[in-house]
């Protein structure tokens, strides 16, 4: 075969490959781990609740497509002034079913209104920082968590119709407790592991829920759970070299198997004694 033939055969078959790129290739944020933030803080929104209802699972999909929207829209923040037709309609097309399914639950439940404004709020932060260079920064990963897990008393909100203050306070004690994450993965990279901003990090997180505790917000069980972060941390903290050598496969496993642990106790505690006792 002449080197014109090798070529043209080499051209046939990058032309027939399949493009990633092209607009109807669906978009998923690539952010695993959140996913884990969503469903956990969302199953614990509804385990208080003590219901599921069909107003429950649309509140499900709709954070879903709320936290999907955001990665395309990211993603064309960085374009600069390059328009992607792939970014756009991903991105409008998860818009478009998480707002029709928000307006929904609005005019059922009026009080979601106060988490969408949140939530949206986390939104405009967020792509100005993308904007910005700075959507790495801790402030907008904090603020980023708290906005996921605005998932729990969306959950509650949209099953009961109202928002407690033990909702509010599972709201910030799961903020604090997979904002954690933010530091521990950071001892994974030398520029960035020193331990103070973590164990500062977390001694504030500490006082927080027992202030918490204190105003009647959250069971003692609840904040008890955020000993899992604490243990998580001081056990990487004492074992550097080690967890910065592993797999990230092996952080991923870790940070999912304590955020089901958390969940589990969480659970536990917010369930009422006659099921606890069954």
């Given at each position: 075969m002449t080197q014109s033939a090798i070529n043209t055969s080499s051209n046939i078959q990058t032309t027939a490959k399949p493009n990633p790129q092209v607009w109807y290739n669906p978009m998923f944020s690539p952010e695993h781990g959140v996913y884990v933030v969503l469903l956990v803080s969302f199953l614990i929104g509804a385990v208080t609740?003590?219901?599921?209802?069909?107003?429950t699972t649309l509140a499900l999909i709709c954070a879903f497509c709320g936290f999907q929207a955001e990665h395309p829209l990211v993603m064309q923040i960085k374009q600069r002034r390059t328009l992607k037709p792939r970014f756009l309609f991903w991105g409008g097309l998860y818009a478009v079913i998480s707002g029709g399914i928000a307006t929904w639950l609005y005019l059922s439940y009026p009080v979601v209104v106060w988490i969408y404004a949140g939530a949206l709020t986390a939104l405009i932060i967020d792509a100005f920082s993308a904007l910005q260079r700075e959507q790495k920064s801790v402030l907008n990963e904090l603020i980023t968590f708290a906005a996921v897990c605005l998932s729990t008393p969306f959950a509650y909100a949209a099953t009961t119709g109202m928002i407690s203050s033990t909702v509010v306070g599972l709201w910030i004690l799961n903020t604090l407790f997979f904002s954690s994450a933010i530091f521990t993965v950071k001892l994974r990279k030398?520029?960035?592991?020193s331990v103070i901003p973590g164990t500062i990090y977390h001694a504030v997180a500490t006082l927080i829920l027992v202030f918490l505790y204190w105003l009647g917000w959250l069971s003692p069980a609840a904040v008890l759970a955020f000993g899992l972060a604490l243990i998580k941390f001081g056990i990487i903290a004492v074992n550097q070299e080690w967890y910065r050598t592993a797999k990230i496969q092996f952080a991923a496993i870790l940070e999912t198997i304590t955020a089901f642990a958390f969940l589990t106790i969480i659970s536990l505690s917010v369930l009422p004694e006659r099921?606890?006792?069954l």
């Open positions: 609740a003590q219901a599921w209802t069909l107003s030398t520029k960035t592991s099921l606890i006792s």
